[in-house]
């Protein structure tokens, strides 16, 4: 009774609407001595990047006959550049240089015209 069910993969967006993402029909058999035991089953989907994701809530349901599961839930915040980590090294080595470059000509007029 319990060796047939179904597994649904959805999410749901920042106004509750409902999208379906992959279903699956599994049917797992019963080794010899485990009948009436509890059996736990792990199950992986992946969300290939750019491949339909969007900001939302990602949820896991299984049902059975009339048994429903329905996970917690992950949120995931889906951003279209992505995670571009910025570098301001070479900004940061111009600015000083020419920061340094200033200070020296200012130093230098400065001791010219109080020579004179």
Not at 38 to 58: C, D, H, L, Q, W
Not at 86 to 98: A, N, P, R
């Amino acid at each position: 009774k319990y060796t047939t069910f179904s597994i649904f993969y959805y999410w749901v967006n920042s106004l509750g609407q409902k999208t379906s993402i992959y279903s699956k029909l599994e049917s797992v058999t019963i080794p010899p001595g485990e009948e009436n035991k509890t059996a736990t089953v792990s199950y992986k989907y992946t969300i290939r990047p750019f491949e339909n994701t969007s900001t939302g809530t990602y949820y896991c349901d299984v049902k059975w006959n009339n048994i429903h599961k329905m996970g917690k839930g992950v949120f995931v915040l889906a951003r279209g550049a992505g995670y571009v980590e910025t570098s301001y090294g070479w900004e940061v080595l111009i600015t000083f240089t020419v920061l340094l470059a200033a200070l020296s000509i200012a130093t230098t007029a400065l001791l010219l015209w109080k020579r004179k």
